[in-house]
């Protein structure tokens, strides 16, 4: 055979097209939710990961506090300073992608309430004047987590972790 001679290609037939078709249908169909599901479990560690490390430095700084003879719970402004009770800023709230910390009244912090979640990524309130002294951080966020109510088997809301 020369070179200018050619043979025929060999094409796909319009079964063989469909088959593939339909297999990557049943693959996608099968891949996307488990991708959606593993980002929503990022989102709820991610932020229970933040929530726990916030307090756990709340709670030292009490302690140091306490021993000082200071309030025992860190303002705002402490909260949000770095070097102060956090050695980096807060990072942003997964479910809003927010970092800022909005300071809130004893009312929002007992309900933990959402408020201008574009705005705000994390509330905290504190009272070193009460009887005992309270401080209570939370994600300013309501959308479900991938956390169950242990009662109720309910998805729990990022405010409520």
Known sequence: ?????????????????????????ILAAVAVPALISATSDGKTSATESTLMGVRSAIASYRERAVIAGDDPFPTVTQLTDVGTVLDRPIGSNPFTGVSNVRAATLTAA????????????????????????????????????TRSDPVTGDPVPANKL
Not at 2 to 24: K, N, Y
Not at 115 to 138: H, K, R
């Open 1 to 25: 055979m020369t070179p200018s001679q050619t043979q025929p290609g060999r094409a796909f037939t319009l079964v063989e097209v469909l088959v593939v078709v339909v297999l990557l249908g």
């Open 110 to 145: 007992q309900n933990r309430t959402v408020l201008l979640p574009q705005t705000f990524g994390w509330m905290y309130y504190v009272d070193n004047s009460s009887n005992p002294p309270i401080a209570i951080f939370w994600a300013n966020s309501s959308d479900d987590t």
